[in-house]
Every structure is written in structure tokens, then in C-alpha cells.
């Protein structure tokens, strides 16, 4: 995915204590960010951004709507999407992801969100998702 400024948070500038972001991530973004398993929907994400000590809290609220093939028919399907998640990240010499803490390299002093927030929101779609109609038929 070409880097867009608009998912870059800026750790080493921040000035207040708390900063929040807010974006409408549609068909663009998903097209954008190149990864198969979603390429369609339109969810807001808020990020709130609160400094604590040798540290910053990120914490993501992603809520709307996906559209994703029925696993069964193949047809385009609404999925609903509400999920609140924590990270931490800090300033270090390189950088690093060990899956709970980000290290963003002092020097750059920033940090782009789009994948974290489309990785977020790929592990809420369940391994099989089909329409209402489609899973009775299969109960059938």
C-alpha cells in the first residue's frame, strides 16, 4: 500500500497528553491497503492516543459494515463489524513489533495505522460467514 499521511500519528510530536483521530475507512482504503481478505465496506475508526509513562496507549474503535462474498452462494453479503482494541507503542533506536508493543524508530517518530486498523478489523470476520438464508438452506 502506497503510505498515505492520513494514517501517519506523529508519537515523537505529540504535545498533549491525549490526541484523537477519526476516519471513515471505505472501498478506497480496503482497495489501497492490497490484502485479499477484505476489499469492500465502510466502517468509522476512531484512535485515541494518550501518553503515559515511556509509553503511548492506542486504543482503536472500529464499527460498521463489510461486504464480503456468502462462503455458500458467493453472493455479496453484509457483515457487521464493532471492535474496540489496545496497543501500546513506544520510541525506541529501531523498529519492532512484538505483537502487544510497537517500537517506532526516534529518529521517524512515526507510526502509519492503516494496517494495524485493517488487521484489526480481518480478525473479527469469522472463518465462514454466509447469509442467514444460505445457513438454514445448509441446515436442511
Same mark, same amino acid.
Given at each position: +500500500?502506497?503510505?498515505? +499521511? ?5 508519537? /515523537? ?11 471513515? *475507512? ?20 476512531? *484512535?485515541?492516543?494518550? /501518553? ?12 460498521? %459494515? *463489510?461486504?464480503?462474498? !456468502? @462462503?455458500? !452462494? &458467493? ?10 482494541? $489496545?496497543?501500546? &507503542? ?7 513489533? @512484538?505483537?502487544? +508493543? %510497537? ?6 517518530? $512515526? ?11 480481518? *480478525?473479527?470476520?469469522? +472463518? ?5 438464508? !444460505? ?6
Amino acid at each position: +500500500m502506497e503510505k498515505s +499521511m492520513q494514517f501517519v500519528i506523529n508519537l /515523537r510530536d505529540q504535545k498533549a497528553d491525549v490526541a484523537e483521530y477519526g476516519w471513515t *475507512l471505505d472501498d478506497a482504503f480496503f482497495q489501497a491497503i492490497e490484502a485479499t481478505e477484505v476489499q469492500r465496506g465502510q466502517v468509522d475508526a476512531k *484512535l485515541k492516543v494518550q /501518553r503515559t509513562s515511556g509509553a503511548f496507549e492506542l486504543r482503536f474503535e472500529l464499527k460498521g %459494515v *463489510l461486504t464480503l462474498p !456468502c @462462503d455458500h !452462494c &458467493a453472493e455479496d453479503m453484509q457483515l457487521p463489524i464493532d471492535t474496540e482494541q $489496545t496497543m501500546k &507503542a513506544k520510541l525506541g533506536d529501531e523498529y519492532d513489533d @512484538d505483537g502487544e +508493543m %510497537v517500537t517506532v524508530p526516534i529518529t521517524e517518530g $512515526t507510526l502509519d495505522v492503516s494496517w494495524l486498523m485493517y488487521e484489526f478489523i480481518a *480478525l473479527e470476520i469469522p +472463518m465462514r460467514h454466509v447469509h442467514a438464508e !444460505c445457513d438454514e438452506e445448509e441446515d436442511i
